[in-house]
């Protein structure tokens, strides 16, 4: 007959032990491990908003240039405005960077009314020095090949008109006002105060 040794009951009860240590352990291992949402907050990905790319507001030529004026030009865009106007455009910015606007080779006056982000929503002026004969030119030619009303107030020549333009049917525009030497050339789109151009016209010459 085989006799087979088995563990004694001393034995069994240090192996039952040592099993049971080794459970606890791995049950405190576990415990302590930081649950997902518990280890700690993560850096969020950056999620970029992107900046409206500034670009210079297209202006319509006028032949500004020398000329005999005893008009000084204005020093600023808001000075030649009155606090109604300026109420009216409150939120807007003015020579926005990289929308064009500021003082020409040519000592013209560049005032760009206009948010870099609403690229249809504009008002853009020129102030400058424009000769007698070309502006006259320039003026009698808006008013034949383009349709232009032209009046004579106030001892100078003004043109305007207005129109509709875009899938929106945003109101857009221009006019021009030349007196002494000096041009005003407003040009427009879905922004237009009432009473602009007879500001600047008080402002240099009232």
Known sequence: MRIVKGMSGTGRIVRAAAVALLALTGVLITACAPEPDAAGP???ATTGIPTPTPTPVPIADFPFGPSQSTTPLPSDCESILTGDILATLEG?????????????????RVCVWADPGASMTRLVTVVGYAPER?????????G?????????????????????DGPLGLPEGRTVYWRDGVA?????????PQGYTAAIVDALWG
């Open 42 to 44: 993560t850096t969020p």
């Open 144 to 164: 034949v090949d383009d349709g232009y009303l032209c009046y004579e107030p106030e001892d100078g020549l003004r043109c305007e008109k207005t129109w509709e």
């Open 134 to 142: 070309e502006a006259r030119d320039a003026l009698y030619l808006l």
């Open 92 to 108: 807007i910015p003015v020579n926005a960077p990289g929308m064009g606007g500021g003082i020409r080779p040519d000592s013209s």
């Open 184 to 192: 005003i050339d407003t040009q427009y789109a879905n922004l237009a």
